[in-house]
Protein backbone atom coordinates (compact mmCIF):
# COMPACT_ATOMS: atom_id res chain seq x y z
CA UNK A 1 0.00 0.00 0.00
CA UNK A 2 1.29 3.49 -0.76
CA UNK A 3 1.35 5.89 2.01
CA UNK A 4 0.88 9.28 1.39
CA UNK A 5 2.18 12.27 3.05
CA UNK A 6 0.02 15.14 1.39
CA UNK A 7 0.08 18.86 3.20
CA UNK A 8 -3.52 19.48 2.46
CA UNK A 9 -4.40 16.26 4.62
CA UNK A 10 -2.33 18.21 7.34
CA UNK A 11 -4.00 21.88 7.14
CA UNK A 12 -7.33 20.69 7.35
CA UNK A 13 -8.92 23.02 9.82
CA UNK A 14 -11.87 22.57 12.36
CA UNK A 15 -15.34 23.44 10.72
CA UNK A 16 -14.71 21.61 7.13
CA UNK A 17 -16.87 19.79 5.46
CA UNK A 18 -15.02 17.82 2.60
CA UNK A 19 -15.87 14.86 0.40
CA UNK A 20 -13.87 12.34 -1.55
CA UNK A 21 -14.55 9.95 -4.42
CA UNK A 22 -12.70 6.24 -4.30
CA UNK A 23 -12.71 3.44 -7.08
CA UNK A 24 -12.05 0.89 -5.13
CA UNK A 25 -11.38 -0.33 -1.59
CA UNK A 26 -6.92 0.15 -2.56
CA UNK A 27 -8.01 3.70 -3.33
CA UNK A 28 -10.32 4.15 -0.17
CA UNK A 29 -7.66 2.81 2.15
CA UNK A 30 -5.06 4.80 0.69
CA UNK A 31 -6.75 8.10 1.03
CA UNK A 32 -8.67 7.70 4.84
CA UNK A 33 -4.95 6.34 6.74
CA UNK A 34 -3.38 9.62 5.27
CA UNK A 35 -5.71 11.08 6.53
CA UNK A 36 -6.45 9.53 9.81
CA UNK A 37 -2.50 9.68 10.66
CA UNK A 38 -2.60 13.33 10.09
CA UNK A 39 -5.80 13.74 12.46
CA UNK A 40 -3.71 11.75 15.43
CA UNK A 41 -0.48 13.33 14.98
CA UNK A 42 -1.85 16.84 15.43
CA UNK A 43 -4.01 15.49 18.73
CA UNK A 44 -7.56 15.19 17.07
CA UNK A 45 -9.91 12.79 18.41
CA UNK A 46 -10.21 10.79 15.13
CA UNK A 47 -14.15 8.31 14.08
CA UNK A 48 -13.78 6.42 10.49
CA UNK A 49 -17.33 4.96 10.34
CA UNK A 50 -16.21 1.72 7.83
CA UNK A 51 -18.68 0.50 5.34
CA UNK A 52 -19.12 -3.10 6.69
CA UNK A 53 -18.22 -4.43 2.97
CA UNK A 54 -14.41 -3.19 3.55
CA UNK A 55 -14.89 -3.98 7.40
CA UNK A 56 -13.69 -2.83 10.44
CA UNK A 57 -10.72 -5.12 11.56
CA UNK A 58 -9.59 -4.32 7.73
CA UNK A 59 -9.66 -1.22 8.41
CA UNK A 60 -7.95 -1.04 11.56
CA UNK A 61 -5.52 -3.53 9.80
CA UNK A 62 -4.52 -1.12 7.44
CA UNK A 63 -4.21 2.20 9.85
CA UNK A 64 -2.06 0.23 12.16
CA UNK A 65 0.14 -0.30 8.93
CA UNK A 66 1.25 3.86 8.98
CA UNK A 67 0.70 4.46 13.23
CA UNK A 68 2.94 1.60 14.68
CA UNK A 69 1.75 2.74 18.21
CA UNK A 70 -2.54 3.12 17.13
CA UNK A 71 -3.57 0.96 20.19
CA UNK A 72 -2.36 3.25 22.80
CA UNK A 73 -4.95 5.75 20.63
CA UNK A 74 -7.40 3.57 20.47
CA UNK A 75 -7.04 2.56 24.47
CA UNK A 76 -7.36 5.81 25.24
CA UNK A 77 -10.17 6.72 23.25
CA UNK A 78 -8.85 8.87 20.59
CA UNK A 79 -9.31 6.94 17.86
CA UNK A 80 -12.22 4.70 16.96
CA UNK A 81 -13.36 2.84 14.19
CA UNK A 82 -16.96 1.71 13.62
CA UNK A 83 -19.26 0.34 11.27
CA UNK A 84 -21.00 2.61 9.04
CA UNK A 85 -23.47 0.59 8.39
CA UNK A 86 -24.55 0.39 12.00
CA UNK A 87 -23.99 3.66 12.60
CA UNK A 88 -26.36 5.36 9.65
CA UNK A 89 -29.02 2.33 9.24
CA UNK A 90 -32.10 0.94 11.10
CA UNK A 91 -33.71 -2.34 9.71
CA UNK A 92 -31.49 -1.90 6.34
CA UNK A 93 -32.56 1.77 5.73
CA UNK A 94 -30.81 5.23 6.45
CA UNK A 95 -32.02 6.66 9.90
CA UNK A 96 -30.91 10.56 9.94
CA UNK A 97 -31.99 11.29 13.90
CA UNK A 98 -30.16 8.25 14.63
CA UNK A 99 -26.72 9.30 12.75
CA UNK A 100 -27.36 12.93 14.28
CA UNK A 101 -27.44 11.35 17.93
CA UNK A 102 -24.20 9.31 16.92
CA UNK A 103 -22.63 12.31 15.86
CA UNK A 104 -22.86 14.60 18.81
CA UNK A 105 -22.70 12.20 21.41
CA UNK A 106 -19.14 10.98 19.61
CA UNK A 107 -18.33 14.70 19.95
CA UNK A 108 -19.28 15.24 23.50
CA UNK A 109 -17.01 12.02 24.45
CA UNK A 110 -14.18 13.43 22.46
CA UNK A 111 -14.35 16.72 23.74
CA UNK A 112 -14.62 14.87 27.63
CA UNK A 113 -11.40 13.61 26.78
CA UNK A 114 -9.63 16.55 26.40
CA UNK A 115 -9.83 17.02 22.39
CA UNK A 116 -10.34 20.22 20.69
CA UNK A 117 -11.06 18.91 17.28
CA UNK A 118 -12.70 15.70 16.20
CA UNK A 119 -11.74 14.48 12.96
CA UNK A 120 -14.41 11.51 11.35
CA UNK A 121 -15.17 10.10 7.98
CA UNK A 122 -18.47 8.37 6.96
CA UNK A 123 -19.17 6.19 3.84
CA UNK A 124 -22.26 6.97 2.15
CA UNK A 125 -21.88 4.21 -0.18
CA UNK A 126 -24.15 2.45 2.86
CA UNK A 127 -26.73 4.27 2.38
CA UNK A 128 -29.87 3.08 0.06
CA UNK A 129 -30.50 4.25 -3.20
CA UNK A 130 -34.15 4.59 -2.22
CA UNK A 131 -33.05 7.01 0.82
CA UNK A 132 -31.21 9.47 -1.02
CA UNK A 133 -33.45 12.37 -0.77
CA UNK A 134 -32.65 12.20 3.57
CA UNK A 135 -29.44 11.52 2.84
CA UNK A 136 -28.89 14.95 1.07
CA UNK A 137 -31.24 16.52 4.04
CA UNK A 138 -29.12 14.89 6.92
CA UNK A 139 -25.90 16.20 4.81
CA UNK A 140 -27.77 19.97 4.94
CA UNK A 141 -27.73 19.90 8.57
CA UNK A 142 -23.71 18.47 8.94
CA UNK A 143 -22.65 21.25 6.85
CA UNK A 144 -24.68 23.33 9.49
CA UNK A 145 -23.43 21.42 12.15
CA UNK A 146 -19.29 20.83 11.57
CA UNK A 147 -18.50 24.22 11.91
CA UNK A 148 -19.99 24.64 15.27
CA UNK A 149 -18.63 21.73 16.64
CA UNK A 150 -15.02 21.98 15.93
CA UNK A 151 -14.96 19.12 13.98
CA UNK A 152 -13.60 17.76 10.56
CA UNK A 153 -15.91 15.62 8.12
CA UNK A 154 -14.97 14.10 5.20
CA UNK A 155 -17.67 11.65 3.28
CA UNK A 156 -16.77 9.20 1.39
CA UNK A 157 -18.87 7.88 -1.62
CA UNK A 158 -18.07 4.89 -3.91
CA UNK A 159 -17.69 6.38 -7.50
CA UNK A 160 -20.06 3.18 -9.01
CA UNK A 161 -22.85 4.13 -7.04
CA UNK A 162 -22.87 7.90 -8.34
CA UNK A 163 -25.09 9.38 -10.66
CA UNK A 164 -24.42 12.41 -12.36
CA UNK A 165 -27.33 13.94 -9.94
CA UNK A 166 -25.83 12.35 -6.24
CA UNK A 167 -22.33 13.88 -8.09
CA UNK A 168 -24.13 17.44 -8.53
CA UNK A 169 -25.36 17.27 -5.12
CA UNK A 170 -22.05 15.96 -3.06
CA UNK A 171 -19.98 18.94 -5.11
CA UNK A 172 -22.84 21.59 -3.68
CA UNK A 173 -23.19 20.41 -0.37
CA UNK A 174 -19.44 20.49 0.69
CA UNK A 175 -16.76 22.72 1.47
CA UNK A 176 -14.33 21.22 -1.14
CA UNK A 177 -12.87 17.74 -2.31
CA UNK A 178 -9.72 16.28 -0.07
CA UNK A 179 -7.50 15.15 -2.70
CA UNK A 180 -7.99 15.37 -6.38
CA UNK A 181 -7.29 11.89 -7.19
CA UNK A 182 -10.29 9.50 -8.37
Known sequence: MQHWELNSVHTLKPGMHLYQFYH??????????????????QDEACLWLVPDSFGVAKAYEMMKSVVMDLDIYRDRGSFKILSANEWYLTHGRFDEEKALQNAAQAVAAAKALGHKVVRGAGDAGVIPHQDEARLHEYEKKMAAWIPSQSVIGLCTYPLSRCTLAETKHVVEVHDDVLIGRV
Open 24 to 41: EAQDYFEILTAYFRAGLI
